[in-house]
């Protein structure tokens, strides 16, 4: 990054969108759906793992550091709950990482399987050629003992010939082990970003590893997708309640209301029944209009959310 471009990025970051009346960048708000949401709470995989063997190159959505900034006012400001997009997106992030983990795994001991089984075939090849050399030795003296020299000779040259093809196997066996089973047998993939290990490695090799910018952004990524899940979790826990709390509340309006209007048909019923009637309903007439535009609409609200409730 130049200077003048660190120098504005740095203006940015502090001042927003606002900063120098650019209208092209002033046409996408931090509210715009193409705006990475997780770019503003600053842990979009594509920032945090830039640089790394596992580069994820340009995020689909716009990341632009004003608009991070406008959205850091905003928020001061007002609960925008982006948290819950954020959250969402890290965690698909994280469940294809795991799902790669998992698959490594899986084809480490797929392999670690065919190699030991090669090498069992191996072994297996020795054992056999052993067994035939002492064979022949057996059969070598016994023809010796019988005094059948030339054949026992005959014997025992083939059993030198079957020595030189075990000696050539058991170098295969002894080959086909550190070359490629040690080695593999000893590969584990690491948890937190899914890159093999060897359990080999020398202690400067895991360091690079463990202090790597690859394996320190996923710690990042997972710490702050823990950090969302919590927010997301307080912040609905919080709206949760002020929803009851505005329910109980409307609650309690609605039987006040119920109350008062049960009064009001009373009255009206004992006072039509006596009164002068041109009077009263006039007055009747008002007190109509007026229960219609307010009132009235609740209770209507109010009855289908008894019902409601009497249903659970
Ligand atoms: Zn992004
Ligand atoms: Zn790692």
Known sequence: MSAQAQMRALLDQLMGTARDGDETRQRVKYTDDRVCKSHLLDCCPHDILAGTRMDLGECTKIHDLALRADYEIASKEKDLFFELDAMEHLESFIAECDRRTELAKKRLAETQEEISAEVAVKAEKVHELNEEIGKLLAKAEQLGAEGNVEESQRILMEMERVKARKREAEDEYRNSMPASSFQQQKLRVCEVCSAYLGLHDNDRRLADHFGGKLHLGFILIREKLEQMRKTVASKQEKRN????????????????????????????????????????????????????????????HGSSRDRERSRK
Request: charged share 65%; proline share 0%; net charge positive.
């Open 241 to 300: 309640q002020e929803r009851l709390r505005r329910r109980e509340e409307r609650d309690r309006e609605e039987r006040a209301g119920k109350r008062s209007r049960s009064r009001e048909r009373r009255r009206r019923r004992s006072r039509s029944s006596s009164r002068d009637k041109r009077r009263s309903r006039s007055r009747d007439r008002h007190r109509h209009h007026r229960s219609r535009s307010g009132s009235r609409n609740k209770s209507h």
